[in-house]
């Protein structure tokens, strides 16, 4: 009942820049929670960053000062700003939202937009 449509992945050079965007799209009654994850070849997924649907952010301690995620509630959209990047920075980066539907709340996922940032 959601889709979730990311852009703005890519190879990068160390210290360079990257938006990624995310549009929820169907039948949603609401949205909290919106966030990003990431994982790389052999590692777990991780939490990168999270904003409630009031605005407040949180980070992982990884990205602090350098990510910066944003939404449009009334888009239904998510962005990550990243800054600074750096090579264990490189992995898939996920979208992630809370949804109410006609079903209830679920978790949905994005395909995920692939991030490499060369040394």
């Known amino acids: 009942q959601v889709q979730l449509v990311e852009s703005g992945g890519g190879l990068v050079q160390a210290g360079g820049s990257l938006r990624l965007s995310c549009a929820a799209s169907?039948?949603?009654?609401?949205?909290?929670?919106m966030a990003w994850y990431r994982q790389a070849p052999g590692k777990q997924r991780e939490l990168v960053a999270a904003v409630s649907n009031g605005g407040t952010p949180s980070y992982a301690d990884s990205v602090k000062g350098r990510f910066t995620i944003t939404r449009d509630n009334a888009k239904n959209t998510v962005a990550l700003q990243m800054n600074s990047l750096k090579p264990e920075d490189t992995a898939v980066y996920l979208c992630?939202?809370?949804?109410?539907?006609?079903?209830?709340?679920?978790?949905?996922w994005g395909q995920g937009t692939q991030v490499t940032v060369s040394s």
């Open positions: 992630n939202v809370q949804a109410k539907t006609v079903v209830g709340w679920n978790d949905y």
């Open positions: 169907g039948s949603i009654f609401s949205i909290s929670v």
